[in-house]
């Protein structure tokens, strides 16, 4: 494993958002029914908007966005072809530093697909 642990960083970075949940909670109610709306599945499947958002975590080079993103992908069954293809867009419009959160992504989706097992259809 390299030097970041996706298990760790997304249990502490939960930890962190509970706090924000007890302090601010009218703020993170609708921070999660935005998230909720934005991800529900329609013309793009639910599948799809993860990758979309995978994206855009690893192109602002989020650890925790990877983390979290990640996670729900394993959980709806993304294959590691449909991650890799959306990390190759991530890499051709982004340069060299968006190519090195794909590569972390990566190492997210070989920590935690062992895991976490995608839920039943």
Do not use: N, W
């Not at 007890?22 to 609708?30: S, Y």
């Amino acid at each position: 494993m390299g030097s970041k642990s996706f298990v760790t960083i997304t249990s502490d970075v939960s930890k962190a958002l509970e706090t924000l949940r007890q302090e601010i909670p009218d703020t993170m109610q609708g921070f999660g029914a935005m998230a909720k709306g934005a991800l529900k599945g329609g013309a793009l499947s639910e599948l799809e908007k993860e990758l979309i958002a995978l994206a855009v975590g690893v192109a602002s080079r989020c650890d925790a966005c990877i983390g979290f993103h990640t996670k729900a992908l394993i959980r709806l069954g993304v294959t590691k072809e449909q991650l890799m293809e959306t990390l190759g867009v991530c890499a051709y419009m982004g340069g060299g530093p968006t190519l090195m959160y794909a590569a972390e992504a990566v190492r997210a989706y070989e920590e935690l697909s062992a895991r976490i097992k995608p839920k039943a259809e």
